[in-house]
């Protein structure tokens, strides 16, 4: 699966992104689809995931309430609608996807493929 994401920038504190991720070269309702993201000199977090069918989603305690992580198998994309941002979520964004049969949705070795990442900035 090759993973292209997008959609980040430069935004207030307050402000909202959303982000895509692309999916091509493999069937993509195999996969379940995350968002990670690392700050400099941070440790990579996990930030949301979704199931293959898009039917449960998981959220990382601090996002819980202000993001949303969304998925159109027609277009082989996922999204991360991320509301009241901080200067704190300035982060490389990464979108993965893992097998179905890989569980821990909140575990980056889970996750086969990545995304080259999209940078956010949040201003303050």
């Known amino acids: 699966v090759q993973l292209q994401a997008s959609g980040g920038g430069l935004v207030q504190a307050g402000g909202s992104l959303r982000l895509s991720c692309a999916a091509s070269?493999?069937?993509?309702?195999?996969?379940?689809m995350g968002w990670f993201r690392q700050a400099p000199g941070k440790e990579r977090e996990f930030v949301a995931a979704?199931?293959?069918?898009?039917?449960?989603?998981y959220y990382a305690d601090s996002m819980k309430g202000r993001f949303t992580i969304s998925r159109n198998n027609a277009k082989n994309t996922v999204y991360l609608q991320m509301i009241s941002l901080k200067p704190e979520d300035a982060a490389n964004y990464y979108c993965?996807?893992?097998?179905?049969?890989?569980?821990?949705?909140?575990?980056?070795?889970?996750?086969?493929?990545w995304g080259q990442g999209t940078l956010v900035t949040v201003s303050s």
């Open positions: 993965a996807a893992k097998p179905r049969y890989k569980g821990r949705y909140d575990s980056d070795d889970r996750y086969d493929y």
């Open positions: 070269g493999r069937i993509f309702s195999n996969y379940d």
């Open positions: 979704i199931n293959w069918s898009g039917d449960n989603t």
